[in-house]
Each structure stands twice: as C-alpha cells, then as structure tokens.
C-alpha cells in the first residue's frame, strides 16, 4: 500500500508545480517513514555540548568583520501565520513596537547596517504561498530595500500529509488547503536551491548567509559574528545561548558518540521517557537559537553532489488533518528542522552569543514584554532588554492567547514592567491606560470580567 502512496503523493505534488527537487527530498523521507524511522535520538547515542566557543572570548579585526560582512546575505525564514495566536496572515506583519511589524523592524535594521558599513546585505524572505503577497507588498515600500540582480523572497516547498493507516495522501474535500503541510524549516536549503536564489547570491558575490526567524528581532546583522564565521573556515555554524529553566523546550546541539559529529536534538526527536534529559538545562546547559551561518559556496556543493537531499533527520509528526477536529483522520507530517544540517558538514561548529540575539515572539505573553518599557529601540534597530533581567508574563490562555483578545483587553498598550519581575494574569482583565508593574505581581480570577483603573499600580 504504501508504494502506492508514494506513487500518489508524487503524483499530487506534480500536479500542484511543486519542483522535482522538493519532490525528490519528500521521497527520500518517505523511504524512511515506509522503514518505520521516527526521528528519534536516543539520550545514550549523545554526548552534551559542554565547551562550544564563546563569541565575547574570540578577536575578529575590524577589516575581517569588514570583509566578511560584504559578502553576507540576510536570510529571514517568513512562513509562519501566526495560527498559534488566532492569526490569519504573515506572522511578521503583527505590530511590535510603535505600529511597526517585524518586517517593518528587520527592514530598518537591515538599513541602518548598510549604512554604518557600507555593506550591500541583501535582505530574502522564505515565503510561503500564505505570506508571500502580503510580506512583498510590506517589504517593497521600504525605500532601497531590495539589492540589484537578487529576489525580496522564494517560496518554501509544500508536500502532502500522509495518511497513518496506509501512507497514502490524505482526502479532506471540507478543505483541500489542509491535505497540505509544509516540509519543516529544513526544507530552506531545497527551496534556496531549486529557486535559484542560491546561484544568483553566489552570482553576486556573495560567500555567506546570516539566516534566523523573522519573529526573532534579536538577530540583527553582525560584523563580528560574519568576520569570526569567516576566519573559522567552517562550512557551517550555529548561534547559542545559555539555557535558564525558561529554555527548556528548546532544540539544543550535542555531539554524537558514533562519529563525534555535532547534531541538533529537538523536542518531536526525543522519547517521552527521555524528556527529563531533554530539559534539564544543567545536562544539555545550551540552546539552539535558530541563527544559523552558511558557506554558501560548501552549501551549494552539498546540495548539488546529493541532489538536493541532504538526508537531514526526519522528524515524524502525528496530527489530525483538521487541527481543530480531534475526530479527522490521523496523519503523519514529514517534516526536517533547518538547523539539523550542523551534522552534514565535516568541521561545522557553534558559538554562544549574547541572549540579546534570541528574542522570539511565540506567544502574547512574549509579545506584551517587547511592546512594554522593559526594551528600548536601540540605534541599530534592535529591541534590547533595559533592565537587568526580562520580567516574566504569563497571560491567562482563555483571554490573551488570540491577537484579537489580547489587543482588546490592553487598549492601551503595555502597562511599565521596568520595574516587574513578573506578571501574572488569571481571568479576565482589561488594562487601563499608565498602568505599572513593581516586583510579582498577580491578578486572580475574579470570576467575572474585571478592570485595571488608568494609573494603578500593581505590585507583589
């Protein structure tokens, strides 16, 4: 049954113009999921990353960082709606600070490098068919953006989801969009490939790629980081942070016994049994934050010599077609996670950087501390912490989770957290305007909708 499933999935995915080489990297997943892979890593394969290198230990000369950020491309993966926050569009078109989106944000931090090096820094979006118009048409009315003889963005590849019972392609005729899942960050290097944004980088002179998330506006373009990656000679590199009990989800490297070769372990690759490993942040005492590096030029003869399949680890997702009908049928996402080609090249590395370069939206609770007084617009356009430590926000989900209840329950923006440690919210509170924060502070439910008077101040 399954040939067949493959038979018909490829069928589907031609039929719909997805590109051969995308078709080709489904398929190899595919021969893995048929074989019973699950993605899996198992916690005594692995050894802890214990002493990567430090970026504030390393000396990187002015004129290296020079030179290497001139030849840097700025890659922003752009894919993601938002669904998790009750969103229907591009992610990064929600305002952050000031009425400014991320995009608008990662554009204006883009600028202001040009302008204090003199590099070009291409700035491409990976789209995807959902954000592609809306981002271009945010993206194009910034004045200059887009750099002579390279694209604004390509399209990141789709593929089927697959049936549990039987692999086959699944039928949802309620909504065919939902027979269709993207492949996982991973798929960039495909997509990078096949669109010929590669060539034409490469065209143009350029040797390296900065690539992050485009809800993650601590990436900003930096010199010293390029002119370290360049002097490393490595093909590869990947940014980390110090993990606190607050990081403990997140994917981390370690180094695998087998061949001593760095390997990304993300969360859908480790067994429940194992999931105390997984989080213990004194074990595995680094995170991954999703910054990645790339010689372009290693890149694309990785990718040329294996036909575009560079056997990155499955990760085998089991959902439902209609996410929101626990009762649809189940199916399997094949998906692979960008930052898991650390272990396709030989001599790839890491580096820990400062936690100024991870500041990700994820929910609204993220989102109220970046919008509040907490962060401050630096001058190269990044959001940096203004206190000593980030206060912790943690939002009732029944009332914030959805852009549209979290806006209308703060009317009038942020309360001041500068002086907050945490904030805690049960039930259902609407803030009023000049409201501050001091210390652990907690709202209970009061079992009825409630109201935070312009002015007051909440404190622990």
């Not at 493959?6 to 489904?26: C, H, P, T, W, Y």
């Not at 492949?183 to 997509?191: L, N, Q, S």
Request: hydrophobic residues 40%; negative net charge.
């Amino acid at each position: 049954m399954s040939a067949t499933g493959l038979s018909q999935a490829q069928d589907k995915m031609r039929a719909a113009g997805v590109d051969q080489a995308a078709i080709d990297v489904f398929s190899h997943y595919y021969g893995e999921l048929e074989a019973g892979a699950t993605g899996l890593i198992r916690e005594d394969t692995i050894e802890p990353l214990l002493e990567p290198d430090r970026l504030d230990a390393v000396d990187v000369d002015d004129e290296a960082r020079r030179e290497a950020l001139a030849k840097t491309a700025i890659i922003k993966l752009n894919g993601g709606l938002g669904t998790s926050m009750g969103m229907d569009r591009a992610k990064s078109l929600l305002p952050v600070r000031d009425g400014k989106s991320f995009l608008d944000l990662i554009a204006s931090q883009v600028r202001l490098a040009r302008q204090a090096t003199g590099a070009r820094l291409p700035l491409v979006l990976m789209n995807s068919f959902r954000t592609q118009s809306d981002s271009l048409r945010s993206l194009g009315a910034t004045p200059g953006i887009q750099v002579d003889g390279l694209p604004l963005d390509f399209l990141q590849n789709r593929e089927p989801k697959l049936r549990v019972d039987d692999l086959t392609p699944v039928d949802w005729p309620a909504d065919p969009s939902l027979e269709w899942c993207p492949p996982g960050h991973g798929d960039i290097y495909t997509a990078l490939l096949s669109s010929g944004v590669l060539e034409k980088l490469l065209d143009e002179g350029f040797r390296y790629a900065s690539a992050s998330n485009s809800d993650n506006l601590g990436a900003v373009p930096n010199a010293r980081i390029a002119g370290w990656f360049a002097q490393s000679g490595a093909p590869y590199a990947a940014e980390l942070c110090r993990r606190t009990a607050a990081d403990r989800k997140g994917g981390h490297l370690a180094i695998r016994k087998a061949d001593g070769q760095l390997i990304l372990r993300d969360t859908a690759q480790t067994a429940p049994e194992e999931m105390d490993f997984f989080t213990d942040e004194h074990r595995h005492p680094f995170f991954h934050t999703n910054n990645l590096w790339w010689d372009l030029e290693a890149l694309h003869q990785a990718l040329t010599e294996r036909g575009a399949v560079l056997g990155l680890p499955l990760i085998r997702n089991r959902k439902t077609v209609d996410p929101t009908d626990p009762t649809s049928p189940e199916v399997y996402q094949v998906e692979s996670a960008m930052g898991a080609a650390i272990e396709v090249f030989d001599g790839a590395t890491a580096i820990v950087v400062g936690r100024d370069r991870f500041l990700p939206v994820k929910t609204t609770n993220d989102l109220l501390t970046l919008r509040s007084d907490a962060y401050r617009l630096a001058d190269d356009g990044a959001l940096r912490l203004d206190v000593d430590a980030a206060p912790l926000v943690d939002l009732d989900p029944a009332y914030f989770k959805t852009m549209e209840a979290f806006d209308a329950r703060f009317p009038h923006g942020a309360p001041s957290l500068r002086e907050a440690t945490s904030l805690t919210v049960r039930g259902d509170w609407t803030f009023g305007a000049d409201v501050v924060v001091r210390g652990a502070a907690t709202l209970d439910d009061a079992g009825e909708p409630s109201h935070v008077a312009d002015g007051t101040v909440l404190e622990g």
